[in-house]
C-alpha cells in the first residue's frame, strides 16, 4: 500500500471503532460497518472535523480528505438516531 492508502485506512478504521482486523474483514467480505457511538470513536469523530476546520480556508489537499469528510459527516449524522450507526464502507 503507498503511505496515502494506509493513512486513509487508518482514519476510517479510527472513526469506525472497529479493530483494523475487523474493519478489513468486514470491507473484504462487503459488510456493514456498523459504529456504536462510544469515547474512543466520538474522539476520533472530533480528530478528524478538527483537521477539516483547518484546511477549510485552505481547500481540500487530496480525494482521501474529500471521501473523509463525507465518511464523517455521514457517521455523524447517522448518530443522531439512537441504538447502532450503519455506514457502509464506501
Known sequence: MSEE???????????????KQEFIINSIL??????YGNPYVFRSLQDELIKFIKLYGKGLEDENDDEMLELTLKTILA???KGKTEVYPV
Open 79 to 81: 448518530m443522531r438516531k
Open 5 to 19: 492508502e494506509v493513512d486513509l485506512l487508518n482514519r476510517r478504521v479510527l472513526i469506525s471503532g472497529l479493530t
Open 30 to 35: 462487503g459488510k456493514e460497518v456498523t459504529v
